[in-house]
């Protein structure tokens, strides 16, 4: 089975512009390489300034990677073409609150990344935007709606919405599960375990919450001061850590699983 | 004895037409050494009712109680001005977001040296300035940080903000407080630096003796640092117990989901399986059910539940529910 994304050797150093001898660059993430199929998650975990968040932006394109490249279903994604890049990668953010304009309506909101990306008439957006927004728990007629007439809840199902409304094949999950509260984050946890079995979507999920991760993903990488300490599968790290680090993250979180 | 004793509190907020019900009969009480979690959703009225009992809520909040008592004293037979000075010595308060609480324009070690009391300063008053200084670095010593010089002279933004919430903790130590409320002090942090914070405030309750009621809308994050948990929804009492009870074998339906609903409490559940949860959110205060504000989302609601139902006590296991499901285990 070939991997939907694939990433190899990327890593991004930021420069400090000083006077010539006086030049430095700092490295935000050193080198790193894996691969996602569809249908599995990823879980990134780390502390701030491990370099979670320069990750997730090199694969959105906010960012231009310093070496490295990005290959999704081996096609090479170049940095600068974000029509290509937008259908298919796609990103949550930690609040949603924030993210979604206020002075637009949920329509026009959900209307935007399709008019730039796809050719449909204005009846076919419509169509999709309606069909979209049941997809993710919410009526259609929440369209005429403007974002503050919502809960915290239903405006991170609007950011989901906004996320899937282009059929991508791998969502990028920014901390989008730790802003809320625990019974809408398990709410949120089941609908995108079932959008991911219906659409095979490949997550990247970056958490700080272990029992999260452990019931969310396949396979977790620890990063640490933009260097990978372990990567491998989710049920096999966190029950067997092989680094000191991994290990006082699991100690501080009081985390245990059942021996069996 | 308990040193906090609230019975049926009720805060009321004050609009043009009919006053909502925003805290509906919520009882509380503490002991002395005692720490407490007070756990509830965004918008369930906790951070409503530490202020009530701190007495920091404006004109437009109606706080109405049976019993309402600090160590003895009714605090709703006296005046403000009585009550305040009462408050003010005992009890200290540490908010959420300590960057937004600190003053940006000031310097830590100023901010700090207000906050010491004139009362515990000895001397003549050529002598004070020195005592406030050593006052203030002592205060920081005693919440872990060791370089106070560098502490004192820099500015809120400098600091991390694992750094300003234990600056924040030193200024609430400042009185010597007997019951520090910490209305969710390590929202918005890292789990390394939830765990500092939280691993000192117990030490603080272990070696000062010094309650605390300790705010926070995850159950799972509180049940490590906490003796008994409160439980509140929508402005409601739902559950009190200690804290084996609540998270093992809560008897309120509501309880019961916000602990299956934790991925961390279930371990054993298969991966990627689905999680339970209730339907639905929490209802606005403009949109309240009657009865059990929980009704409209419950798994086990029946007819009875238009009414609200009484607190029924079980050896210290106290539950608001019709139909608790104590006979379950």
């Known amino acids: ?260 | 004895m308990n040193i906090l004793d609230i019975r049926n509190l009720s805060i009321k907020l004050l609009t043009s037409t009919t006053p909502i019900l925003a805290v509906d009969r919520v009882s509380l009480a503490m002991k002395e050494g005692e720490v407490r979690g007070l756990v509830g959703e965004s918008g369930s009225g906790k951070s409503l009712l530490a202020q009530a009992i701190v007495g920091v809520l404006d004109d437009k909040w109606q706080v109405d109680a049976d019993r309402f008592h600090w160590r003895g004293i009714d605090l709703m037979r006296l005046s403000v001005d009585e009550r305040k000075k009462v408050i003010s010595k005992d009890v200290a308060m540490i908010f959420q977001e300590p960057m937004a609480c600190l003053d940006p324009t000031t310097t830590i070690g100023a901010q700090l040296e207000e906050a010491v009391d004139d009362e515990q300063l000895t001397g003549y008053f050529w002598q004070r300035k020195q005592q406030r200084k050593l006052a203030a670095a002592n205060l920081l010593h005693k919440v872990g940080i060791k370089h106070h010089e560098v502490c004192t002279k820099s500015y809120p933004h400098q600091l991390t903000e694992a750094l300003c919430q234990r600056v924040m903790i030193a200024m609430a130590l400042a009185k010597r407080p007997i019951l520090l409320i910490a209305d969710e002090p390590t929202a918005a942090m890292e789990s390394t630096n939830q765990n500092q914070i939280f691993r000192l405030l117990a030490s603080l309750n272990q070696l000062k003796n010094m309650s605390i009621l300790l705010i926070s809308h995850d159950l799972e994050n509180v049940t490590h640092w906490t003796n008994t948990i409160t439980v509140m929804y929508s402005g409601q009492f739902v559950e009190a117990g200690t804290t084996q009870h609540i998270f093992n074998k809560p008897y309120h339906p509501y309880t019961r989901a916000l602990v299956d609903s934790s991925p961390k409490a279930n371990m054993q559940i298969p991966m990627k399986s689905r999680l339970m949860t209730l339907p639905g959110s929490i209802p606005i205060l403009q949109h309240l059910p009657i009865g059990c504000r929980l009704g409209p989302r419950c798994p086990k609601a029946q007819k009875a539940c238009v009414q609200a139902p009484k607190v029924k006590n079980y050896h210290g296991h106290q539950v608001s529910c019709h139909y608790s499901l104590k006979g379950s285990y």
């Not at chain 1, 405006?155 to 809408?184: C, F, G, T, W, Y």
Request: with cysteine; hydrophobic share 40%.
């Open chain 1, 1 to 260: 089975m070939t991997s939907l994304l694939q990433v190899s050797n990327l890593s991004k150093s930021y420069k400090l512009n000083g006077f010539w001898f006086n030049r430095k660059s700092i490295p935000a993430l050193e080198p790193l390489s894996f691969d996602i199929q569809a249908y599995k998650t990823l879980a990134i975990v780390g502390e701030t300034a491990s370099g979670k968040s320069t990750l997730a932006k090199l694969l959105v394109g906010a960012e231009k990677p310093t070496t490295g490249n990005i290959k999704l279903n081996g096609q090479m994604l170049q940095h600068g073409n974000f029509k290509q890049r937008c259908q298919h990668i796609r990103m949550i953010f930690q609040d949603s609150g924030t993210t979604l304009n206020p002075s637009l309506t949920i329509q026009q909101l959900l209307d935007e990344p399709l008019r730039l990306n796809t050719d449909l008439t204005e009846l076919e957006r419509n169509k999709l935007i309606q069909e979209t927004l049941q997809k993710v728990g919410l009526l259609g007629e929440h369209m005429s709606f403007y974002p503050h007439m919502f809960s915290g809840g239903q405006k991170q199902r609007i950011s989901l919405a906004r996320a899937i409304i282009l059929k991508p094949q791998v969502i990028i999950l920014d901390e989008a599960l730790a802003a809320l509260d625990p019974s809408l984050r398990s709410q949120m946890i089941n609908l995108l375990l079932d959008l991911q079995q219906q659409m095979g979507l490949a997550y990247i999920l970056i958490s700080h919450n272990l029992g999260i991760v452990r019931h969310f993903s396949d396979k977790m990488m620890v990063l640490c001061k933009g260097r990978v300490l372990e990567v491998g599968d989710t049920q096999q790290l966190l029950k067997n850590p092989q680094h000191k680090y991994t290990k006082k993250l699991i100690m501080n979180q009081h985390f245990k699983l059942p021996n069996n």
